[in-house]
């Protein structure tokens, strides 16, 4: 009888903990969004997919096709394709495919290459239904915005 009343009281004891807890959490600002009708503020230092930055002067992109990236990326899942044009010096960027499905973010890329052509986009959204929907086109993706 004696280990009846003690559970019972135990029981009552740690309900009215976990009721007084609530109670204090109604009076608290919440921390908590109501996703997807309201969306939060994105911190800065937050890695998306990589990116092509828009240069500010020529509206176009920075790459100057020297591979840099394509070669430093411990998971091989870039393909910077360039090919060379009469009146320009270097190669001219055609193609830059990311394989997002095998890239760790460990931010190599953005690192080596040599005319800050790169950066880690804001994009927290993604999701897909197959790897192929990960693989994207960043050139393609930059003439889109501009
Ligand atoms: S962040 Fe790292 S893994 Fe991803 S593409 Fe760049 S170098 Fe490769
Ligand atoms: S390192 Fe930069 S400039 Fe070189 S290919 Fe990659 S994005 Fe282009």
Redesign the pocket.
Same mark, same amino acid.
């Given at each position: 009888m004696r280990e009846y009343f003690l559970q019972l009281f135990t029981g009552a004891r740690s309900l009215l903990i976990g009721l007084g807890v609530t109670f204090r959490a109604l009076f608290q600002p919440m921390v908590t969004v109501q996703y997807p009708r309201r969306k939060i503020e994105i911190t800065p230092n937050f890695r998306g997919h990589?990116e092509l930055v828009t240069d500010p002067e020529s509206g176009t992109h920075r790459c100057i096709v020297c591979m840099m990236?394509e070669m430093? *990326?411990?998971?091989s899942? @870039?393909k910077v394709i360039g090919e060379k044009r009469e009146g320009f010096k270097g190669k001219v960027l055609t193609g830059y495919q990311?394989d997002f499905s095998r *890239?760790?973010?460990?931010? @190599?890329?953005?690192e080596v290459c040599p005319t800050s052509a790169l950066c880690f986009s804001p994009e927290y959204e993604l999701a897909g239904f197959s790897r192929t929907e990960f693989s994207f086109n960043l050139l393609a993706r930059l003439e889109e915005r501009t």
């Amino acid at each position: 009888m004696r280990e009846y009343f003690l559970q019972l009281f135990t029981g009552a004891r740690s309900l009215l903990i976990g009721l007084g807890v609530t109670f204090r959490a109604l009076f608290q600002p919440m921390v908590t969004v109501q996703y997807p009708r309201r969306k939060i503020e994105i911190t800065p230092n937050f890695r998306g997919h990589t990116e092509l930055v828009t240069d500010p002067e020529s509206g176009t992109h920075r790459c100057i096709v020297c591979m840099m990236c394509e070669m430093d *990326c411990p998971s091989s899942c @870039i393909k910077v394709i360039g090919e060379k044009r009469e009146g320009f010096k270097g190669k001219v960027l055609t193609g830059y495919q990311l394989d997002f499905s095998r *890239c760790s973010l460990c931010g @190599i890329c953005v690192e080596v290459c040599p005319t800050s052509a790169l950066c880690f986009s804001p994009e927290y959204e993604l999701a897909g239904f197959s790897r192929t929907e990960f693989s994207f086109n960043l050139l393609a993706r930059l003439e889109e915005r501009t």
